[in-house]
């Protein structure tokens, strides 16, 4: 069996420069951060809880208008 070694807690993460950092209601340091490449023509969703990136998912540009009324035409929407 391999060493047991404390692992150190994660540093606080800046918030992102090109996007928005919006809470999770569930609190516990979960976060959903969205930043845009507009060099590569991509969205990044990514998943936080600590201060470390524990999901990311990356959205091609030309599907954010159908990701847009997805999310408009939800339970809040229409």
Known sequence: MGEVV???PAAPVA???HGEA???AR???RTMRV???GD???VV???WRSGRCTATFRMPADDLPAFLTALTDGPLGR
């Open 22 to 24: 919006f809470p999770d």
């Open 45 to 47: 969703i990514s998943l």
């Open 35 to 37: 930043t845009w490449h």
């Open 40 to 42: 590569e023509r991509l």
């Open 15 to 17: 918030a992102p420069e």
């Open 27 to 29: 609190g516990d340091g």
């Open 6 to 8: 404390a692992l150190q």
